[in-house]
């Protein structure tokens, strides 16, 4: 079963990526949205070519999407999509310790 990490760049999403594959799962793609104006990632602030380059780093495919003009919601159901589309079966998170991530 293909997953994909979804992350902002930062130690957490690096961290689930690494126990993921200690645990054997075939982790093939970056996802990340970006905001669509500024070309920088909500959380970290960071260009979204960064992330890019961070996810070959890692062996891994990104697959990236803009809001603007669409909301995050919007955007992050693009991304999902183009993920099921490339064949991902699951997602990988390493942020779900946040409070509001985890409620959303």
Known sequence: MPYALMSSGGK????????????????????????GNTGRLRFHGVRHELIATQAVALGLEPVL????????????????????????????????SLADVRAW
């Not at 126990?19 to 990340?32: E, I, K, S």
């Not at 909301?71 to 699951?90: H, P, S, Y």
Request: one cysteine or more; glycine letters at 14%.
């Open 12 to 35: 957490d999403g690096t961290l689930a990526l690494d126990r993921a594959r200690r645990q054997g799962l075939d982790v093939r793609w970056m996802g990340c949205v970006f905001e």
């Open 65 to 96: 999407t803009r809001t603007h003009p669409d909301d995050f919601e919007t955007a992050f159901g693009r991304l999902l999509v183009g993920l099921r589309k490339r064949g991902c079966t699951g997602l990988l998170f390493g942020n779900i």
